[in-house]
Nanobody
């Protein structure tokens, strides 16, 4: 059974950094479009960054230049490197893998940016 498990969230001060991981099992993550989404309280889930199987990336304007999405095919794991974090980055972050009708989500990991 395909599964995505996120890790790496936590509490960080403004200006700090975190790296989120998305470990895939029962699937080959490199074949999918991998996306990181986030949902803040009272707001809709939004796409933060995406990485295609061919290596193309796309970022939300609010995180461009601060966040980097990547994938380690040998580890079957995706990452979201987050730098220069701001309080408005506080949200639950979700990993997604999409391939046609195959659409998988992780359980989410909380990121809180606060002093």
């Amino acid at each position: 059974q395909a599964q995505l498990v996120e890790s790496g969230g936590g509490l960080v001060q403004p200006g700090g950094s975190l790296r989120l991981s998305c470990a895939a099992s029962g699937m080959t993550l490199s074949l999918y479009v991998m996306g990181w989404y986030r949902q803040a309280p009272g707001k809709q889930r939004e796409l933060v960054a995406a990485l295609t199987s061919g290596g193309s990336t796309n970022y939300a304007d609010s995180v461009k230049g601060r966040f980097t999405i990547s994938r380690d095919n040998a580890k079957n794991t995706g990452y979201l490197e987050m730098n220069s974090l701001k309080p408005e980055d506080t949200a639950v972050y979700y990993c997604n893998a999409l391939l046609g009708k195959l659409d998988y989500w992780g359980q989410g990991t909380q990121v809180t940016v606060s002093s």
